[in-house]
């Protein structure tokens, strides 16, 4: 099978790469670029574990071929945080206890990720739609949505004592 020769903005870097036609992203992202913290669950595009930013918008790595990613921006977890300063919401998701047994949280993070950068100041129902494609297995969602919502609020510079003022309200 001939390869195909790829290159496409990953974690803000230029990045070239030989792929087989039939492989997916998160083949490649774990076993061609060592890019394990994107995990492979399913495979059927269900549990959201393999999430990344496609353009910055929240996809199932499992579902994408690698060859679609030729020309595009990919963010994974890896390339979430600046250098060994964690990213907001990965501080609240450890914060809040939110982290569980980790194995969901890149694709809650990255999910995240693409509505905070939509929405600074989202509702619940905002939250819970965005990580509806995320499953978690350990105990449930109530303070992943806590992190993400603490972090929307604290991007906008809003105390958690007074949130009637934050973000335009009154």
Not at 60 to 66: G, P
Request: charged letters at 20%; aromatic letters at 4%; proline letters at 4%.
């Amino acid at each position: 099978m001939k390869k195909c020769h790829i290159t496409f903005q990953l974690n803000g870097m230029t990045t070239e790469v030989l792929v087989n036609p039939n492989q997916t992203l998160v083949r490649m992202l774990r076993e061609d670029l060592g890019l394990t913290g994107t995990k492979y669950g399913c495979g059927e595009g269900d549990c959201g574990s393999c999430t990344v930013l496609f353009d910055g918008e929240p996809v199932n790595s499992c579902l994408v071929l690698a060859a679609q990613v030729d020309g595009h921006r990919v963010t994974t977890i890896e390339g979430v945080a600046d250098g060994d300063k964690l990213h907001p919401l990965q501080t609240s998701f450890i914060e809040k206890g939110a982290i569980q047994c980790g194995f969901c949280t890149p694709g809650m993070i990255l999910s995240a990720k693409a509505l905070l950068e939509k929405q600074p100041d989202p509702s619940e129902l905002e939250v819970r739609t965005a990580i509806s494609g995320n499953l978690c297995r350990c105990t449930g969602y109530q303070k992943i949505v806590e992190a993400i919502m603490a972090t929307g609020k604290s991007a906008c510079g809003c105390s958690t004592t007074d949130e009637k003022k934050c973000c335009g309200e009154d």
